[in-house]
């Protein structure tokens, strides 16, 4: 396809066929798929982010409900179930429903069986830190433990080290405790993250995608700081914003399986390098995305977060001067 043809496209599977198919099914009220694909999934990491994406569709149906009726012994229909009701009781909670408190209690009351009865699946220990986030002000104990080394915050780092034991450095296990700092009212702060993903990145191995989550908490100040209405934009460009970037680089992409990376990871990873302005190191992501993006970071670069169409044009943008600046110098200034 010639370049100005391109358009990117928006899908949660990305290069993973099989969820492809499972969620075309999922869509339709079948699960037959989705079993098969969780009986056939190789590694407690891709288990893991199989079942939340799978969940994210399911959590507007009755489909897990109906699996679990066919088959009342399936541990894996109980973990899917655990995760919808995290997933719906999440929501809740961010859209200030009623009904938030009672879906709390249903869901960790399901953590709690999931992990009983599936002992050595990390999935919901990482369901129970989702669930951290609703508790703002750490009322339970599990959310208040101490920390694990200095300048880092009381929070559920019992459930946290259950997940990790599981599966030793669990993305989606880190994105959650990162997301549980943001949600504390008793401090929760940017320098609580920054402290947070500097700790995580120190002792995590190579090739490990937790190498991206400072550039998470880059966007976040962004976001706060309202980058977008400044006239001269040089957060990227700094110091430790390029500095992150090219350890997420080497650290994780170098290394990383295309097929199987988070789309949330490369574009973030992405994104950072454009801005400051690495463009032919940026080009070689874009290039392993293929055809695919995620609307976030993008979108907090435009003047309405909410506006896909708006994202989009921004990641073309910035995927065609990459990819330009990675064939050779260009006449005139950059930028």
């Known amino acids: 396809m010639a370049e100005e043809e391109f358009r990117p496209v928006y899908h949660p599977a990305g290069y993973d066929d099989g969820l492809r198919i499972a969620l075309q099914d999922l869509r339709t009220g079948r699960w037959i798929s989705m079993r098969n694909l969780l009986a056939e999934t190789p590694t407690w990491t891709l288990w893991t982010q199989r079942t939340q994406v799978l969940a994210a569709v399911a959590a507007g149906s009755n489909v897990v409900d109906a699996w679990r009726a066919e088959e009342p012994d399936s541990v894996a229909a109980l973990v899917m179930h655990t995760r919808v009701v995290v997933e719906r009781a999440v929501r809740a909670h961010r859209e200030g429903h009623q009904r938030t408190q009672e879906l709390w209690q249903e869901a960790w009351e399901c953590c709690r069986m999931a992990a009983h009865n599936s002992a050595a699946d990390p999935v919901p220990w990482v369901c129970l830190l989702a669930l951290a986030q609703l508790d703002t002000d750490q009322r339970m104990a599990e959310h208040r433990m101490e920390p694990p080394g200095p300048l880092l915050f009381p929070g559920p780092w019992g459930l946290l080290a259950e997940a990790d034991r599981r599966d030793p450095y669990n993305r989606e296990a880190y994105h959650r405790m990162l997301q549980f700092v943001y949600m504390r009212r008793a401090g929760g702060s940017l320098a609580e993250a920054v402290n947070f993903v500097q700790w995580v990145v120190s002792g995590a191995p190579e090739a ?34 390029a500095r992150d970037a090219n350890r997420a680089l080497r650290g994780w992409f170098d290394h990383a399986d295309r097929t199987t990376s988070s789309l949330l990871d490369l574009n973030h990873l992405a994104h950072a390098l454009w801005g400051a302005l690495q463009f032919p190191d940026a080009a070689r992501v874009f290039e392993a995305l293929g055809p695919y993006f995620t609307p976030l970071p993008w979108a907090y670069r435009t003047p309405d977060p909410s506006d896909r169409a708006l994202a989009e044009d921004t990641f073309l943008r910035a995927r065609t001067r990459c990819l330009a600046g990675a064939r050779g110098p260009r006449p005139g200034p950059s930028g």
């Open 208 to 241: 490990s995608p937790l190498h991206v989550l400072p550039l998470y908490v880059h966007v976040e100040r962004y976001r706060e700081e309202r980058g977008f209405e400044k006239a001269l934009d040089l957060h990227w460009a700094t110091q430790d914003a």
